[in-house]
């Protein structure tokens, strides 16, 4: 019996398996609206097995993209745009999630094969927003606009957008909602002490720093339906001295667990220059984090990072490092990553892909 291919019911949905797609960026939507490569992304990984698919970081309002490629749900023709994609991951076995995002300082980038900098806003770039008014990159460079130091009705509105792209998720057809706290962008940048330098009620101990991404939490768990699974994604360590620890993170778990959040995504970095990307040399240790936050915080956790065999993921479920094993390079790579995991490791792929295909392959 394969522990990587035994179905999850959590609440009212079962997935069938506990392979997930990472939500990868694809900066290929037109004004935040979804086109022809989402349904072709995200439906082949369907089709290829998987049981959870997160839709890439997708905005709540203009300014959250990172780039003005990137998702949005913060309109209905968004969520037109959205429904047909969801409908076909569904019929093909996959639950559809989606992570829900605001880029904070890290926002108004151009694409990567764009260079990746700051966009300014005379060339398609916009107003930038975070806890204080410091720039990610220091030697105006890269990452070099300054962000607006935000305040309460910065905090009410951003709020507020993140609980209607919530309402938005559902309507779209998601089963499955993901806060992104992690990587750097607004959520995380509250909670990291690399960026909040504020000495008001959200900024100084670690509780005061918490207090964005906690409200925003609850505030989200009033609209979305108690009978769907709620994530949140976290960078478990910012791998700098001054910044996060895991055992930071193993707190905001509990506090998340106690909100309603059924899952901890666990990835890492990306606060600031100095702390290392979640593509660095520690994304190894990020599985272990997983299996520490299961077990300190009592709560169902996600692995993601270097997850490229079958036998690596099997082992993360079996040994109960995490729940689910997140893939996301190594899914581009394969579409078909769940149906060739299958056959490794002895499953009947007739379970796993479906008929048009088992009936010729399985």
């Known amino acids: 019996m394969s522990h990587l291919f035994s179905p999850l019911k959590v609440k009212d949905v079962t997935f069938k398996n506990r392979i997930g797609v990472a939500p990868m960026c694809q900066y290929s939507s037109e004004d935040g609206v979804a086109t022809d490569w989402h349904m072709v992304h995200l439906g082949s990984r369907a089709v290829g097995g998987a049981g959870l698919i997160i839709a890439e970081a997708t905005a709540v309002s203009p300014e959250g993209r990172i780039t003005p490629g990137c998702a949005g749900i913060w309109n209905d023709v968004q969520v037109e745009a959205l429904q047909p994609i969801n409908r076909f991951m569904e019929t093909h076995g996959a639950v559809p999630g989606i992570q829900i995002a605001h880029a904070g300082r890290k926002g108004s980038c151009a694409r990567p094969w764009d260079g990746g900098t700051h966009l300014k806003n005379e060339d398609g770039g916009y107003d930038i927003i975070g806890p204080g008014d410091e720039p990610f990159d220091s030697d105006g460079v890269r990452l070099w606009k300054v962000p607006r130091m935000m305040d309460q009705a910065d905090i009410d509105r951003i709020q507020t957008a993140f609980v209607d792209a919530a309402k938005r998720s559902l309507d779209a057809g998601y089963k499955f909602l993901e806060i992104h706290g992690a990587h750097g962008y607004l959520l995380h940048s509250w909670f990291s002490p690399l960026v909040n330098k504020r000495n008001d009620q959200y900024g100084g101990s670690l509780e005061n720093r918490a207090r964005m991404m906690l409200e925003t939490v609850d505030k989200v768990r009033d609209v979305w339906p108690e009978n769907l699974p709620l994530a949140v994604r976290l960078s478990t360590s910012d791998w700098d001295e001054n910044g996060l620890t895991v055992e930071d993170n193993i707190q905001m778990a509990i506090w998340l667990k106690e909100r309603g959040v059924d899952f901890i995504d666990c990835s890492s970095g990306g606060a600031s220059p100095t702390s290392r ?67 490794e490791l002895g499953i009947d792929s007739k379970q796993v892909i479906p008929a048009q295909n088992a009936h010729f392959v399985g």
């Open 277 to 343: 990307s979640s593509i660095g040399n520690k994304i190894g240790e990020q599985i272990g984090i997983a299996g520490r936050i299961r077990d300190a915080a009592d709560v169902m956790t996600m692995a993601v990072g270097t997850i490229t065999e079958a036998q690596q993921a099997e082992q993360i479920i079996a040994s109960g490092q995490a729940d689910f094993a997140l893939l996301a390079r190594q899914m581009l790579r394969d579409p078909y990553w769940a149906f060739h995991a299958a056959q």
